[in-house]
């Protein structure tokens, strides 16, 4: 069981006294006023800043939002934000992977998207919840758990997985865009125009993120049913990929592998998972915030990687030739070709739907730099959010020729850190600030000052104990782990992101127990 809302105060006339003495932290300022108080913080600056923040750009950050100003209600939003940032066409070359670099047959593939899909989607429902129950972003919960500083380490994570994350989606968008009539724009300046049409709704924030995503999945949804169809009748040959498929401990080896990727798709958004649903009331319950969470994420990624998987069993010479020569793009252009001109405007909506995908990425990374301490939450968010947009396009211009070594490398390492990250944040929700336990709840007010925040030493240890795991269990191509070697055969078996849950998962409690026994907090 979840706390419950009265199990997040531990002292909850503390707020009153201190206003009756007259005192109100500069924390609290913020939280009730952030524009007031960015106006006044930045002296002419802010003049500007006003103006802003009255055609509706959003001025809170990483503050908490209080109870009172929890203006948003309808918690489907939840599962509609994430079928729009999910049925999007960086999606279709996650399940392309299973036979471009495992070799897996269409039904082992469909098997392993599956079974590590519901787990991690699993994992990023359950940081869900903590959104409305804590009115904090993710990267702010972990103080309660890994401390101040340890907060910042999983920031850094986070900025580099988010902006990770904008880069394959970029140059996947640039790449379409550039198919539709091939030499008439070029690759750069498809990846400029897809960051732009990210760019926009994170800078305005919140409300607009939610309104973009709550009808983008409407069209997108309709034109993957049409690349199902197509390639249909294209012809698509289950058994086409057995065989090549490997066989044994290299099978399973292939199977671990390809699945740590589809975690790490799934996984992904736990970091960011809080950030989307903290103005929700305090009372609503985490079972439907999980529920709608999971569903969310569990119908669309499934539904595109299970396209992604299927359309490389097309056999038609034609098509193998567009996915040799122009990789998921030129696939798909080659998929749509039937229809002409009709085939061009769906690429083209294909294109934009990378925005869905890339806007909790851009949002989200901005708010992580916030989180790195209060000289960074001191500048607005918007800031942050558009120096994250010209670090990811431009690490898209450069990483463009190897889209598919980016994505593949960039997601199985990703697996590794937010699984660890879940499972401390988690044990520290159930076993310690569950009522009866060590400490009882979350003191809220205390998000912002590191002397009443955990010291983060056990969250550090047992996420470094994580890091461990992850490193003897991976098995990438520039480090095959002790571990991971074992598990395979010539080229090793991927088990990081289990191995980084398993070692968090053991060693966080004793080191969680022993600091709260010698600092009580």
């Given at each position: 069981?979840?706390a419950?809302?009265?199990?997040?105060e531990?002292?909850?006339?503390?707020?009153?006294?201190?206003?009756?003495?007259g005192?109100?932290?500069?924390?609290?300022?913020?939280?009730a006023?952030p524009d007031?108080?960015?106006v006044?913080?930045?002296?002419?600056l802010g003049?500007?800043?006003?103006?802003?923040?009255?055609?509706?750009v959003e001025?809170?950050g990483?503050?908490?939002?209080?109870?009172?100003?929890?203006?948003?209600?309808?918690t489907?939003?939840?599962?509609?934000m994430w079928?729009?940032?999910?049925?999007?066409?960086?999606?279709i070359?996650?399940g392309?992977l299973?036979?471009e670099?495992?070799f897996?047959?269409?039904p082992?593939a469909?098997?392993?998207i599956?079974?590590?899909?519901a787990?991690?989607?699993?994992?990023?429902?359950?940081?869900?919840t903590?959104?409305?129950?804590?009115?904090?972003?993710?990267m702010i919960?972990?103080?309660?758990?890994?401390g101040?500083?340890g907060?910042t380490?999983?920031?850094c994570l986070?900025?580099?997985?988010q902006?990770?994350?904008?880069?394959?989606?970029?140059i996947?968008?640039?790449?379409?865009?550039?198919?539709?009539?091939p030499?008439?724009?070029?690759l750069v300046?498809?990846?400029?125009?897809v960051?732009?049409?990210s760019?926009?709704?994170?800078f305005?924030?919140?409300?607009?993120?939610h309104?973009?995503?709550?009808?983008a999945?409407?069209?997108?949804?309709?034109?993957?049913?049409?690349?199902?169809?197509l390639?249909?009748k294209?012809?698509f040959?289950?058994?086409?990929?057995?065989?090549?498929?490997?066989t044994?401990?290299?099978?399973?080896?292939?199977v671990?592998?390809f699945?740590g990727?589809?975690f790490?798709?799934?996984?992904?958004?736990a970091?960011?998972?809080a950030?989307?649903?903290?103005?929700l009331p305090?009372?609503?319950p985490p079972?439907k915030?999980?529920?709608?969470?999971?569903?969310g994420?569990?119908?669309?990624?499934v539904?595109?990687?299970?396209l992604?998987?299927?359309?490389?069993?097309i056999?038609n010479e034609a098509?193998?030739?567009?996915?040799t020569?122009?990789?998921?793009?030129g696939?798909?252009?080659?998929?749509l070709?039937p229809w002409?001109?009709?085939?061009k405007?769906?690429?083209f909506?294909?294109a934009?739907?990378?925005i869905g995908?890339?806007?909790?990425n851009?949002y989200?990374?901005?708010?992580s730099?916030?989180?790195?301490?209060r000289p960074f939450?001191?500048?607005?968010?918007?800031?942050w959010t558009f120096l994250?947009?010209v670090i990811?396009t431009?690490a898209?211009?450069i990483g463009?020729e190897?889209?598919a070594t980016?994505?593949?490398?960039?997601?199985?390492?990703?697996?590794?850190?937010?699984?660890?990250f879940?499972v401390?944040?988690?044990?520290?929700?159930?076993?310690?600030?569950?009522?009866?336990?060590?400490l009882?709840?979350?003191?809220?007010e205390d998000?912002d000052?590191?002397?009443k925040?955990?010291?983060?030493?056990?969250g550090?240890?047992?996420?470094?104990?994580?890091v461990a795991?992850a490193?003897?269990?991976?098995a990438?191509v520039?480090?095959?782990?002790p571990?991971?070697a074992?598990?395979?055969?010539?080229?090793?078996?991927?088990l990081g992101f289990?191995?980084?849950?398993?070692?968090?998962?053991v060693s966080y409690p004793?080191?969680?127990?022993?600091e709260i026994?010698f600092?009580?907090?």
């Open positions: 069981m979840s419950g809302p009265d199990d997040y531990r002292d909850p006339e503390k707020g009153s006294t201190e206003k009756a003495l005192y109100v932290p500069q924390a609290r300022v913020e939280e006023a007031q108080a960015l006044q913080r930045w002296g002419p003049r500007i800043m006003a103006k802003m923040f009255d055609v509706g001025a809170r990483v503050e908490r939002v209080p109870e009172d100003q929890r203006e948003t209600k309808n489907w939003n939840n599962l509609l079928w729009s940032v999910n049925t999007v066409l960086t999606t070359p996650i392309v299973a036979q670099y495992y897996l047959s269409f082992h469909i098997a392993v599956f079974g590590f899909g787990l991690g989607a699993s994992f990023t429902a359950f940081i869900a903590l959104g409305p129950q804590t009115g904090l972003r993710t919960i972990t103080r309660f758990s890994s101040y500083y907060c380490i999983y920031s986070n900025i580099l997985t902006l990770g994350f904008s880069v394959t989606a970029v996947l968008g640039g790449q379409t865009l550039a198919s539709i009539n030499g008439t724009l070029p300046a498809g990846i400029v125009i960051g732009l049409g760019l926009i709704p994170c305005i924030g919140y409300n607009m993120v309104h973009y995503e709550r009808f999945w409407i069209i997108i949804t309709v034109v993957m049913l049409m690349l199902w169809g390639g249909g294209a012809g040959d289950i058994n086409a990929q057995k065989p090549l498929e490997d044994g401990k290299t099978l399973t080896a292939d671990l592998s699945g990727i589809v790490g798709s799934f996984t992904g958004w970091p960011v998972a950030d989307y649903n903290c103005r305090v009372d609503t079972m915030v999980f529920l709608l969470t999971w569903f994420l569990f119908i669309p990624i539904f595109v990687e299970v992604g998987a299927a359309l490389m069993t056999t098509y193998v030739d567009a996915f020569d122009g990789g998921t793009g696939l798909l252009s080659q998929v070709s002409k001109g009709g085939g405007f769906i690429l909506l294909l934009f739907s990378v995908n890339n806007i909790p851009t989200s990374a901005g708010l730099i916030q989180a790195l301490g939450a001191k500048v607005p968010r918007f800031f994250c947009f990811y431009v898209g211009v463009r190897h889209f980016i994505l593949s490398n960039f997601l199985s390492i990703l697996s590794y850190w937010t699984a660890f879940v401390i944040v988690a044990e520290e929700h159930f076993l310690f600030r569950r009522p009866g336990g060590r009882g709840g979350y003191n809220l998000y000052t590191p002397s925040l955990p010291l983060g030493i056990a550090i240890f047992a996420g470094c104990c994580g795991g490193v003897v269990g991976m990438e520039w480090y095959i782990g571990i991971g074992l598990a395979g055969a010539e080229f090793g078996a991927d289990e191995l980084a849950a398993a070692f968090a998962l004793p080191a969680r127990w022993l026994h600092t009580g907090r």
